[in-house]
């Protein structure tokens, strides 16, 4: 049961993140990697995880993949940002 509710706590923090990163402030993109940093870091703290090479390995992929999402969200925002503006422009030419 703990991996199950682990894969399902990592598949919420990734779409939190992508959501945090769709909005106007790409400061809030911010937000969910400092928490994950903090959590590893405090499991890391207190012996959940052992080894400072998984520890590591962990942090790096996971910020990797929240980079991932970042930069997905914001290309998403940009994209919406550009056909609301080819919409406007298009109507202004009617």
Same mark, same amino acid.
């Not at 590893?40 to 998984?54: A, D």
């Not at 942090?59 to 994209?79: A, H, N, P, Q, T």
């Given at each position: 049961? +703990?991996?199950?509710?682990m894969?399902?706590?990592i /598949?919420?923090?990734?779409? /939190?993140q992508y959501?945090?990163s769709?909005? $106007?402030?790409?400061f809030?993109?911010?937000?969910? +990697?400092?928490?994950?940093?903090?959590?590893?870091?405090w499991?890391?703290?207190? $012996?959940?995880i $052992?080894?400072?090479? &998984?520890?590591?390995v962990?942090?790096?992929? =996971?910020?990797?993949?929240?980079?991932e999402?970042?930069?997905? =969200?914001?290309? !998403?925002?940009?994209k &919406?940002?550009?056909?609301?503006? $080819? &919409?406007?422009? !298009? !109507?202004?030419? &009617?």
């Amino acid at each position: 049961m +703990p991996d199950i509710s682990m894969f399902i706590a990592i /598949i919420i923090m990734v779409g /939190i993140q992508y959501f945090m990163s769709t909005r $106007n402030s790409a400061f809030l993109g911010i937000i969910v +990697p400092i928490a994950f940093i903090t959590v590893m870091t405090w499991m890391f703290v207190t $012996n959940q995880i $052992n080894s400072f090479l &998984k520890f590591a390995v962990l942090l790096i992929v =996971g910020l990797l993949f929240l980079l991932e999402e970042w930069v997905r =969200g914001r290309k !998403s925002l940009s994209k &919406k940002r550009d056909n609301e503006l $080819n &919409k406007m422009k !298009s !109507s202004d030419l &009617k």
